[in-house]
Each structure stands twice: as structure tokens, then as C-alpha cells.
């Protein structure tokens, strides 16, 4: 058996369908940029729906945020150098 820690959401059931629904708000959110219909709500306020998903993630699970965060572009691109 592994000593590993796991994140939360992989342990507590209510955390991972908090997480669950969250991520789902967050898939119809992209998958609906440019489309016009009533789920497309700009690329705006995507980045900023998703940045509030995100901070919420790391309340509920900070192992999983780690994981599941934004990268900055600037960071990614120094790390390959």
C-alpha cells in the first residue's frame, strides 16, 4: 500500500463533487466562447469565471489547485529556457 498523500478530491467525496461541478461550470464556459448562444458569456468573463473556480479550488483542495492552476505564460516560457 502507498504512503503517498492524495488530494481530497480523491479521498472526500463532497469535496470532489463540489470540485466536479465547478470544473463542469468551467468546461461549459469554454466549450461556449464564440458560439453566441446564452452559455457564451465573452473571453473576458470566462478568464474571470475561471479564476474564481480556481481560488475556490484551492479553498476545497490546495493539492488539486496545484495541479489544475493556471500557468503564466512569462513562467512557462522561462522554464523551457
Keep these: ?13 463532497k469535496v470532489r463533487e463540489t470540485i466536479d461541478k465547478l470544473l463542469h461550470k468551467n468546461s461549459i464556459n469554454v466549450s461556449s466562447l464564440g458560439t453566441g ?3 457564451d458569456i465573452g473571453e473576458e468573463a470566462t478568464a474571470k469565471e475561471w479564476l474564481e473556480i480556481q481560488l475556490k479550488v484551492k479553498d476545497l483542495d490546495p493539492m488539486l489547485y496545484d495541479i489544475i492552476k493556471q500557468q503564466d ?5 522561462t522554464d523551457t529556457k
Excluded: A, F, G, I
Excluded at 500500500?1 to 479521498?11: A, E, I, L
Design 1 to 13: 500500500m502507498s504512503n503517498r498523500v492524495k488530494p481530497k478530491y480523491y479521498t472526500n467525496k
Design 73 to 77: 505564460d512569462k513562467e512557462t516560457l
Design 37 to 39: 448562444s446564452k452559455h
